[in-house]
């Protein structure tokens, strides 16, 4: 019979079940020391068929990780109805999650509206970055870094982002923080509230990543394109609860489909 409990304890020996998984298994172990991260276990007696997290900010929510080593369906929305409710009775009013279209119907199910595609965009070549407004992060910028990452999200998510600050820049201008960079946070983090700001930041970021994740839509694909750049779906902005998101302004979203 399948499972699934929130992954407090003997969290090693549920990892040591993922080695085969080098893409899950760091991102594992660090949610396993983060403080506003919860892991969920899905599992049939010692046996695990699935992990999932999220991140959580206050009343809202973003789930980044759902994977199943079983091909059994039951395995994955049977994490799916036990995160969601545990997230509900921590008082969560707004989860969000991006998914690939296949399991739309899964989100749906819980009354989840589907928002903007998300698409990946890697292959092109970048131009190199020259503008002296990019500067490296201090602590003089936080606030603006926060206020725009807000603007963003419509989350407060200072925990994860002063976490993630180490090699971020911001674009300053006049004093001004228009966007900023955090190239070790997931994929790479890019908010900015103008184009020329964005598109600066992408190529800081470009040679450290090799794609980008954007929501559709976004000022930067056209010039993205423009540079031989393969925009391909990965999947689709779900949100359950209000959403006063403003994705326009990310130009590098970190987390991709779960």
Same mark, same amino acid.
């Given at each position: 019979?399948?499972?699934?409990?929130?992954?407090? *304890?003997?969290?090693?020996?549920?990892?040591?079940?993922?080695?085969?998984?080098?893409?899950?298994?760091?991102?594992?172990?660090?949610?396993?020391? $983060?403080?506003?991260?919860?892991?969920? =276990?899905?599992?049939?007696?010692?046996?695990?068929?699935?992990?999932?997290?999220?991140?959580?900010? /206050?009343? *809202?929510?973003?789930?980044?990780?759902?994977?199943?080593?079983?091909?059994?369906?039951?395995? &994955?929305?049977?994490?799916?109805?036990?995160?969601?409710?545990?997230? *509900?009775?921590?008082? $969560?009013? &707004?989860?969000?999650?991006?998914?690939?279209?296949? /399991?739309?119907?899964?989100?749906?199910?819980?009354?989840?509206?589907?928002?903007?595609?998300?698409? !990946?965009?890697?292959?092109? !070549?970048?131009?190199?970055?020259? =503008?002296?407004?990019?500067?490296?992060?201090?602590?003089? *910028?936080?606030?603006?870094?926060?206020?725009? /990452?807000?603007?963003?999200?419509?989350?407060?998510?200072?925990?994860?982002?002063?976490?993630?600050?180490?090699?971020?820049?911001?674009?300053?201008? !006049?004093?001004?923080?228009?966007?900023?960079?955090?190239?070790?946070?997931? /994929?790479?983090?890019?908010?900015?509230?103008?184009?020329?700001?964005?598109?600066?930041?992408?190529?800081?970021?470009?040679? $450290?990543?090799?794609?980008?994740?954007?929501?559709?839509?976004?000022?930067?694909?056209?010039?993205? &394109?423009?540079?031989?750049?393969?925009? $391909?779906?990965?999947?689709? &902005?779900?949100?359950?609860?209000?959403?006063?998101?403003?994705?326009?302004?990310?130009?590098?979203?970190?987390?991709?489909?779960?």
């Amino acid at each position: 019979m399948i499972r699934t409990s929130t992954l407090t *304890h003997n969290a090693e020996s549920v990892f040591r079940q993922w080695q085969h998984a080098p893409l899950v298994l760091p991102r594992l172990r660090w949610l396993a020391g $983060t403080p506003y991260a919860r892991l969920w =276990h899905a599992h049939e007696g010692d046996r695990s068929l699935g992990i999932a997290a999220a991140l959580l900010f /206050d009343a *809202h929510a973003r789930i980044i990780l759902l994977s199943n080593r079983s091909t059994a369906c039951d395995a &994955r929305a049977e994490m799916v109805a036990q995160l969601l409710h545990d997230l *509900h009775a921590a008082g $969560t009013s &707004r989860i969000t999650v991006i998914a690939p279209d296949a /399991d739309a119907p899964l989100w749906q199910a819980h009354a989840f509206l589907p928002h903007e595609p998300v698409l !990946r965009c890697a292959g092109g !070549r970048f131009l190199q970055a020259t =503008h002296a407004e990019v500067v490296p992060l201090q602590p003089r *910028h936080r606030f603006g870094m926060l206020h725009l /990452d807000r603007r963003a999200t419509g989350m407060d998510r200072h925990a994860l982002l002063t976490e993630h600050e180490f090699l971020g820049q911001v674009y300053e201008e !006049r004093g001004v923080v228009r966007g900023f960079a955090l190239p070790l946070l997931g /994929d790479g983090l890019i908010v900015a509230d103008a184009p020329h700001a964005g598109l600066e930041l992408q190529r800081w970021l470009f040679p $450290t990543q090799r794609h980008l994740l954007l929501p559709d839509g976004s000022p930067a694909l056209v010039h993205l &394109r423009e540079r031989g750049y393969a925009c $391909t779906p990965v999947g689709t &902005r779900l949100v359950l609860g209000q959403s006063p998101a403003q994705p326009a302004l990310l130009y590098a979203e970190p987390f991709g489909a779960v």
